[in-house]
């Protein structure tokens, strides 16, 4: 099997843009068509690609390539996706919405909440944890965790099971120091949130964030299946044949960090009201929406400023807020203006990342920059 494992491991009217269907309606959405054509034809483009833009009151899908090699089936509006890292999103949506009714604050520390877990972890807090700036040093970064996975690809352990990989292990500098993307952050956020509301993670997550914004598609799987329909991952491996790895690698060994399952329709829906504050006070967006130099992994568009589990992409075009994530066979970006009325998802079916391919992820972040002028024009 040729996959290479990463360390990071997740209903409104529309109106789909097939490939070559000439139904772009601006010069803005024929630049971004030809942009999404042309890197399904490159020697180390993904199958397919989907983005999403919505700047009035339906969502517009453009789509070129596959989503399904074998039926050569384009990705589908409603069609089931690994989010990979856009699930720290969730997980900071979760978050803020606990901080809004008064179950954490921004301040509230791990030691306060688990207090089972590494002491000197004890005065991390939320904030910390949301903007990745805890010293927690990343799980999914060590040869044990890696050399675990290989041995069991299918199979996840609980969520708690995860960190104890970095248990023994110092801070890697003193919280609130400096900036440190690190898969940790999440985990330990999921397990906060479930602690105070004295419920799954996976219930908390439905409660707070999916049933409020409509998101009907969306989930927290912990095994390896995808819903029907779903779009094909795949892991590229030229000369050879692209490599299906939809269902190889179960969505719990990322978890809150990067196991949410979701569609293109939803995570559109999801950014929009998660920029715009729907799901917790003013108050504490206001805190969320404070920013420090940081980039999300991989890398969007423009200048990235890091908040509280949502990042800044300031462009030529304007600024908008949201996350990125790879995992094998998918590869995200989700952003929206802070209003929420404007919005753009990049999605494509193969892992690229700049350390991957860096020529390959240049074409892939200039067409999130295409797809963020889009939604502003």
């Known amino acids: 099997m040729r996959i290479a494992l990463v360390a990071c491991l997740v209903l409104a009217a529309l109106v789909v843009v097939a490939p070559g269907s000439g139904a772009a309606t601006s010069k803005a959405d024929a630049a971004l068509q030809r942009a999404m054509d042309a890197i399904v034809k490159r020697a180390?483009?993904?199958?397919?690609?989907?983005v999403v833009v919505q700047r009035d009151a339906q969502p517009v899908q453009f789509t070129a390539g596959y989503g399904d090699l074998a039926t050569r089936q384009p990705f589908g509006m409603n069609d089931a996706m690994?989010?990979?890292?856009?699930?720290?999103?969730?997980?900071?949506?979760?978050?803020?919405?606990?901080?809004?009714?008064?179950?954490?604050?921004?301040?509230?520390?791990?030691?306060k909440v688990l207090p089972g877990q590494p002491a000197a972890w004890a005065d991390v807090t939320v904030a910390q944890l949301l903007q990745h700036t805890s010293g927690i040093p990343d799980f999914?970064?060590?040869?044990?965790f890696l050399k675990a996975v290989k041995a069991s690809l299918a199979t996840a352990p609980p969520p708690e099971q995860l960190l104890t990989y970095v248990a023994n292990d110092p801070l890697k500098f003193t919280p609130g120091s400096k900036y440190q993307y690190s898969n940790s952050d999440n985990i330990l956020v999921g397990l906060m949130v479930a602690a105070v509301d004295g419920r799954p993670y996976e219930e908390s997550l439905a409660a707070r964030v999916f049933t409020p914004l409509g998101l009907t598609a969306t989930s927290l799987p912990v095994g390896?299946?995808?819903?029907?329909?779903?779009?094909?991952?795949?892991?590229?491996?030229?000369?050879?044949?692209?490599?299906?790895v939809s269902e190889v690698i179960a969505a719990g060994l990322s978890w809150a960090s990067g196991g949410v399952v979701s569609t293109p329709q939803d995570a559109n829906n999801f950014v929009r009201g998660y920029a715009s504050g729907k799901l917790t006070d003013a108050a504490t967006q206001a805190k969320q929406f404070s920013f420090r130099k940081g980039s999300s992994e991989p890398p969007g568009p423009g200048?990235?400023?890091?908040?509280?589990?949502?990042?800044?992409?300031?462009?030529?075009?304007?600024t908008v807020y949201g996350h990125t994530?790879?995992?094998?066979?998918?590869?995200?970006?989700?952003a929206s203006t802070r209003d929420g009325t404007k919005s753009t998802v990049v999605s494509i079916n193969s892992q690229l990342t700049p350390d991957r391919n860096a020529k390959g992820f240049a074409a892939l972040r200039a067409i999130y920059q295409?797809?963020?002028?889009?939604?502003?024009?």
């Not at 180390?44 to 989907?50: C, L």
């Not at 989010?83 to 030691?111: E, M, P, Q, W, Y």
């Not at 390896?224 to 299906?244: K, R």
């Not at 200048?303 to 304007?318: Q, S, V």
């Open 44 to 50: 180390d483009g993904p199958p397919g690609i989907s």
């Open 370 to 377: 295409l797809a963020v002028c889009d939604a502003l024009q």
């Open 303 to 318: 200048t990235n400023a890091a908040g509280l589990a949502i990042f800044r992409y300031k462009t030529r075009c304007g």
């Open 82 to 111: 690994r989010l990979a890292s856009v699930a720290k999103a969730f997980s900071g949506a979760a978050a803020v919405s606990a901080v809004a009714d008064g179950k954490l604050t921004l301040d509230t520390t791990i030691g």
């Open 325 to 334: 994530g790879n995992t094998p066979g998918y590869t995200q970006f989700i």
């Open 140 to 144: 999914s970064q060590t040869p044990e």
């Open 224 to 244: 390896v299946e995808l819903p029907s329909p779903f779009t094909h991952g795949y892991q590229l491996d030229p000369p050879h044949a692209a490599e299906d």
